[in-house]
């Protein structure tokens, strides 16, 4: 009888689990376009880039990346993503948190207005800046006699780069700070802390992982743009020009072995950045996975228990 | 005194959440906040801690007036629904850091900690981070944080409402041993009234922002102060009968209403234990079937359904259920013992009545 019964329930379960899983067929039907798809698209350019990049020999390699006005670029590039980078660990930080944590009036407004550069097309962008702070922009004359210089400049290209990453951190932030809540910030002022204390030792470790991404994604868009800077800087080679703009001019010039050297340091960069991002998702997984493994130990209960009802 | 709160009133926006409430809590009280969700007895607990303000009236905390002293220096320990505790602090880290908080020596946050774990029988989870625990040895990680810095006051917000039946009782009894052993002032937020009763020295009754009723877990079941009272704590059989040549009457049911106008609508309620219940047809005044039995342990909980459809509950024990020969189906008789007329022009319930009807001979035990 119990046999029989047991028998039952093994089948029930073997049938449930074919229920809820896809046929073979499916599954590597799926999988075969997903990475034909990947290989085509994404794995053969890039390989691609660095081929043509050597296709000349490491000589033309070296001189173009050594050259003076890519060399002025690469260091354009890091400065651009150095000071985006932190302006935006603060804005994202108070952004996400002003939208997570407080209720007020206009707070639907902030958030479509953070999605903004994600929705705008960077040369649109570019414009923009172009419409307020150029020679013949709203600004522009007030900036000339004052002796500022935005427009086919450093400044522009940097408050260009700051808008187009803008939401890349708060994005990142805000979801995980809604789910967290103030509960815990609440308990810490209850036991004594000030509102620094609290944000320091409980709201910026809770909301690490997700700020650490949302800096990685804001650092490569920082030194990937293209089309926004392209509109501000005027592309002077040797002074308003970054990475991606001199790989276009190399490449209007007829220079394909050098936009390629160029181009494959970007690619790099990228690389490098995924790779990082990469290590930091497997670390997060393992640090889940520790905790689902860990044995939880009941023993803490039953011991406490066994002594309050001693008493 | 340890806690006073005078005139509290709370508005959020129009919502007005606590209304002119009054009430004291003495040194080493364990008072148990009970009503239903909404009732305003969170906000109350979170007025106390200084998590929020009251729009007026004024709190004392050991007679210091602690309207404008922020959370941080009220020496409160607040334990939250959620337990808060930080996800990114071993349990040791989380006792101890209001006391890094507060500047204490290293040594003796140490023994500090040390203590609470040994008194909480979290030995060997010192290291666990939050999501390693088991519910219960996360609540108790969340009371030790909350009493590390010896607060004068410990609050907590339905401290029981996230673990399972089975845990939650032992919490229970826990929670009772340790206040006894700490002898702290203590203030618990619950819609259970359960565990109101079972847990508090004494409970104070909220209903939509109202203090309804303050008194020992005996005070507010044998004597509410109002209808809300009487039926939120314990069950309450509630009948409306309408009056008639002085007997209130619902259905096969009368009430004696003498001096009551004819027409006159009476809310008649009574317990459960005061319906007296006989297999023996005759011996009590109405008649009834038994339509269904709900076994709650060692008292039993019976429906009664009257030839009109009228159901009343009543309560007796396995032993007298059982020797009775009661079953699901079985016509019984019964009498209404004791009841009280809810709904009348005062303000406060009047007293329990007897039943005018002849008392047969006592049959068992009543309950």
């Given at each position: 009888?119990?046999g029989?019964?047991?028998?039952?329930?093994?089948?029930?379960?073997?049938?449930?689990?074919?229920?809820?899983?896809?046929s073979?067929?499916?599954?590597?039907?799926?999988?075969?376009?997903?990475?034909?798809?990947?290989?085509?698209?994404?794995?053969?350019?890039?390989?691609?880039?660095?081929?043509?990049?050597?296709s000349?020999?490491?000589?033309?390699?070296?001189?173009?990346?050594?050259?003076?006005?890519?060399?002025?670029?690469?260091?354009?590039?890091?400065?651009?993503?150095v000071?985006?980078?932190?302006?935006?660990v603060?804005?994202?930080?108070?952004?996400?948190?002003a939208?997570?944590?407080?209720?007020?009036?206009?707070?639907?407004?902030?958030?479509?207005?953070?999605d903004?550069?994600?929705?705008?097309?960077?040369?649109?962008?570019?414009?923009?800046?172009?419409?307020?702070?150029?020679?013949?922009?709203?600004?522009?004359e007030?900036?000339?006699?004052?002796?500022?210089?935005?427009?086919?400049?450093?400044?522009g290209i940097?408050l260009?780069?700051?808008?187009?990453?803008?939401?890349?951190?708060?994005?990142?932030l805000?979801?995980?700070?809604?789910?967290?809540?103030?509960?815990?910030?609440?308990?810490?002022?209850t036991?004594?802390?000030?509102?620094?204390?609290?944000?320091?030792?409980?709201?910026?470790?809770s909301?690490?992982?997700g700020?650490?991404y949302?800096v990685?994604?804001?650092?490569?868009?920082?030194?990937?743009?293209?089309?926004?800077?392209?509109?501000?800087?005027g592309?002077?080679?040797?002074?308003?020009?970054?990475?991606?703009?001199?790989?276009?001019?190399?490449?209007?010039?007829?220079q394909g072995?050098a936009?390629?050297?160029?181009?494959?340091?970007?690619?790099?960069?990228?690389l490098?950045?995924?790779?990082?991002?990469?290590?930091?998702?497997?670390r997060?997984?393992?640090?889940?996975?520790?905790?689902?493994?860990?044995?939880?130990?009941?023993?803490g209960?039953?011991?406490?228990?066994?002594?309050?009802?001693?008493? | 005194?340890?806690?006073?709160?005078?005139?509290?009133?709370?508005?959020?926006?129009?919502?007005?959440?606590?209304?002119?409430?009054?009430?004291?809590?003495?040194d080493?009280?364990?008072?148990?906040?009970?009503?239903p969700?909404?009732?305003?007895?969170t906000?109350?607990?979170?007025?106390?801690?200084?998590?929020?303000?009251?729009?007026?009236?004024?709190?004392?905390?050991?007679?210091e007036?602690?309207?404008?002293l922020?959370?941080?220096?009220?020496?409160i320990?607040?334990?939250?629904?959620s337990?808060?505790?930080?996800?990114?602090?071993?349990?040791?880290?989380?006792?101890?850091?209001?006391?890094?908080?507060?500047?204490?020596k290293?040594?003796?946050?140490?023994?500090?900690?040390?203590?609470?774990?040994?008194?909480?029988?979290?030995s060997?989870?010192?290291?666990?981070?939050?999501?390693?625990?088991?519910?219960?040895?996360?609540?108790?990680?969340?009371?030790?944080?909350?009493?590390?810095p010896?607060?004068?006051?410990?609050?907590?917000?339905?401290?029981?409402?996230?673990?399972?039946a089975?845990?939650?009782?032992?919490?229970?009894?826990?929670?009772?041993?340790?206040?006894?052993?700490?002898?702290?002032?203590?203030?618990?937020?619950?819609?259970?009234?359960e565990?109101a009763?079972?847990?508090?020295?004494?409970?104070?009754?909220?209903?939509k922002?109202?203090?309804e009723?303050?008194?020992?877990?005996?005070?507010?079941?044998?004597?509410?102060?109002?209808?809300?009272v009487?039926?939120?704590?314990?069950?309450?059989n509630?009948?409306?009968?309408?009056?008639?040549g002085?007997?209130?009457r619902?259905?096969?049911i009368?009430?004696?209403?003498?001096?009551?106008?004819?027409?006159?609508?009476?809310?008649?309620?009574?317990?459960?234990?005061?319906?007296?219940?006989?297999?023996?047809l005759?011996?009590?005044?109405y008649?009834?079937?038994?339509?269904?039995?709900?076994?709650?342990?060692?008292?039993?909980?019976?429906?009664?359904?009257?030839?009109?459809?009228?159901?009343?509950?009543?309560?007796?024990?396995?032993?007298?259920?059982a020797?009775?020969?009661?079953?699901?189906?079985?016509?019984?008789?019964?009498?209404?013992?004791?009841?009280?007329?809810?709904?009348?022009?005062s303000?406060?319930?009047?007293?329990?009545?007897?039943s005018?009807?002849?008392?047969?001979?006592?049959m068992?035990?009543?309950?």
């Amino acid at each position: 009888m119990a046999g029989i019964t047991k028998k039952q329930f093994t089948a029930g379960r073997t049938k449930s689990q074919r229920g809820a899983e896809e046929s073979s067929l499916v599954k590597w039907t799926l999988i075969s376009v997903a990475m034909i798809f990947c290989s085509v698209f994404l794995l053969l350019p890039l390989v691609n880039v660095f081929a043509q990049a050597f296709s000349k020999g490491w000589g033309v390699y070296w001189n173009a990346l050594t050259n003076p006005d890519a060399w002025s670029a690469i260091k354009l590039t890091l400065l651009v993503a150095v000071f985006c980078v932190p302006l935006n660990v603060v804005f994202g930080l108070a952004a996400a948190w002003a939208i997570a944590k407080f209720e007020f009036r206009g707070k639907a407004l902030l958030i479509t207005l953070i999605d903004l550069p994600f929705s705008i097309s960077p040369i649109v962008a570019g414009l923009m800046f172009v419409v307020l702070f150029g020679l013949q922009g709203y600004f522009g004359e007030w900036l000339r006699d004052h002796d500022f210089k935005i427009i086919f400049a450093v400044s522009g290209i940097i408050l260009a780069t700051v808008f187009i990453t803008f939401p890349f951190v708060a994005r990142e932030l805000i979801p995980i700070m809604q789910a967290t809540g103030t509960d815990q910030e609440q308990a810490a002022l209850t036991l004594g802390a000030n509102g620094w204390q609290t944000f320091w030792h409980v709201t910026l470790p809770s909301v690490k992982w997700g700020l650490i991404y949302g800096v990685i994604l804001c650092n490569a868009r920082a030194m990937g743009e293209y089309g926004a800077v392209r509109v501000v800087s005027g592309n002077i080679a040797g002074k308003t020009q970054t990475m991606p703009l001199r790989v276009e001019s190399l490449n209007d010039g007829f220079q394909g072995a050098a936009a390629f050297a160029v181009a494959s340091l970007l690619a790099l960069l990228a690389l490098v950045t995924l790779a990082f991002k990469t290590y930091l998702e497997w670390r997060q997984h393992r640090e889940f996975e520790l905790a689902q493994h860990a044995v939880i130990s009941e023993s803490g209960d039953t011991t406490f228990i066994a002594k309050g009802k001693g008493e | 005194m340890s806690i006073e709160l005078k005139n509290i009133s709370k508005k959020f926006g129009e919502v007005a959440a606590v209304n002119n409430v009054n009430f004291s809590v003495n040194d080493g009280e364990l008072v148990g906040l009970l009503g239903p969700s909404g009732g305003g007895k969170t906000t109350v607990l979170r007025m106390i801690a200084g998590l929020e303000l009251p729009t007026e009236g004024d709190i004392f905390i050991r007679g210091e007036r602690v309207n404008d002293l922020s959370v941080q220096k009220r020496n409160i320990g607040f334990v939250f629904q959620s337990y808060a505790l930080f996800k990114s602090m071993s349990v040791a880290k989380n006792i101890a850091f209001g006391l890094t908080i507060k500047k204490w020596k290293k040594a003796d946050i140490e023994a500090r900690v040390a203590e609470l774990i040994q008194l909480f029988g979290l030995s060997g989870l010192e290291k666990r981070f939050p999501h390693q625990l088991s519910g219960g040895q996360r609540q108790r990680v969340a009371i030790a944080r909350a009493l590390a810095p010896k607060p004068s006051v410990l609050l907590l917000d339905e401290p029981f409402g996230a673990v399972d039946a089975k845990i939650r009782q032992e919490l229970r009894e826990w929670l009772v041993t340790l206040h006894h052993e700490l002898n702290v002032t203590t203030i618990f937020v619950t819609h259970d009234q359960e565990e109101a009763m079972e847990v508090s020295n004494r409970i104070v009754i909220f209903s939509k922002g109202n203090l309804e009723q303050i008194g020992t877990p005996r005070e507010v079941y044998e004597q509410p102060a109002n209808e809300f009272v009487a039926r939120f704590v314990g069950v309450m059989n509630v009948l409306e009968a309408t009056v008639g040549g002085g007997v209130a009457r619902i259905n096969e049911i009368e009430f004696p209403a003498t001096g009551q106008e004819d027409g006159a609508r009476l809310r008649i309620g009574f317990r459960p234990y005061a319906v007296q219940v006989s297999n023996d047809l005759s011996l009590l005044p109405y008649r009834a079937v038994l339509r269904h039995t709900f076994f709650l342990g060692i008292l039993l909980r019976l429906e009664m359904e009257l030839p009109s459809g009228l159901i009343i509950r009543s309560r007796m024990t396995k032993e007298d259920y059982a020797q009775q020969g009661l079953e699901d189906g079985r016509e019984v008789s019964f009498q209404i013992k004791n009841y009280r007329v809810l709904a009348s022009d005062s303000a406060t319930l009047a007293p329990e009545l007897e039943s005018k009807y002849q008392q047969p001979p006592t049959m068992g035990e009543n309950i």
